[in-house]
C-alpha cells in the first residue's frame, strides 16, 4: 500500500494547538470508552499527515503471549477515528463519527508494545471530505491503518471508512410567556 504524506492536508485545519487537541481528544476516548482506558491507550505520536496511538502489551496480550487481535482492531480502528475526529475538531466542526466499514488483516504476530499509524490513503483527500460535509451536512473518508511489524512488513492492516454527520443543532423552545 502506498501513502503520500502531502494528500493528507491538515493546513486548513491546524493550528498551534493541535497536539493540545490531540492530547484531549486521547483523554476523552480513554474517559468515554472503557476499553481503551483498560487497553491504556496513548498518543504516540502527531504530524502533518498522520495520528499514531501506542497501546503497551501487558493489557492487551492473549492467550498465546501475544497481542490480542481484538486489542490490535481495536487500535486500528482508534486511531483512524481520532485522525477523522481531531481534524473535524480543529476545523469547529460538530459531527458524530462512526466507522462505517473496515477490513482488517492480521498479517504476523505480535510480541511487544504496539503502535497503530492512521493516515489517509494516496486517492483520499480532506477537502473532498469537507466540502462534502459542507454542502450536504454528512460526509465519508477512508483511512489505512498500520500496525507495524518487522522491518517494513506490517503486522497487521486496518483499511476503514468512517463516517461523519453534523449533530443537529438544540432546538430552541420558545418560553411560554401567559
Known amino acids: ?67 490480542f ?15 477523522v475526529e ?17 477490513t482488517v488483516r492480521y498479517l504476523s504476530p505480535v510480541w511487544t508494545d504496539f503502535t497503530s499509524v492512521a493516515r489517509l490513503p494516496v486517492d483520499a483527500s480532506w477537502s473532498s471530505f469537507f466540502r462534502s460535509l459542507d454542502s450536504r451536512g454528512k460526509a465519508r473518508i477512508e483511512v489505512s491503518c498500520v500496525v507495524p511489524g518487522d522491518g517494513d512488513k506490517p503486522a497487521a492492516t486496518l483499511i476503514a471508512r468512517f463516517v461523519a454527520k453534523r449533530r443537529a443543532a438544540p432546538v430552541a423552545v420558545a418560553a411560554a410567556t401567559h
Open 1 to 67: 500500500m502506498r501513502f503520500a504524506p502531502s494528500v493528507v492536508d491538515f493546513t486548513d485545519v491546524t493550528s498551534p494547538d493541535t497536539p493540545l487537541l490531540a492530547r484531549q481528544l486521547i483523554r476523552f476516548i480513554r474517559s468515554t470508552i472503557p476499553l481503551a482506558e483498560a487497553m491504556d491507550l496513548q498518543l504516540a505520536g502527531l504530524d502533518d499527515d498522520s495520528l499514531t496511538l501506542f497501546a503497551p502489551l501487558p493489557p492487551n496480550v492473549n492467550d498465546k503471549g501475544c497481542a
Open 69 to 83: 487481535g481484538g486489542s490490535l482492531v481495536s487500535v486500528m480502528t482508534l486511531s483512524g477515528w481520532a485522525l
Open 86 to 102: 481531531l481534524a473535524l475538531r480543529q476545523r469547529g466542526d460538530d459531527c458524530d463519527v462512526f466507522v462505517g466499514e473496515s
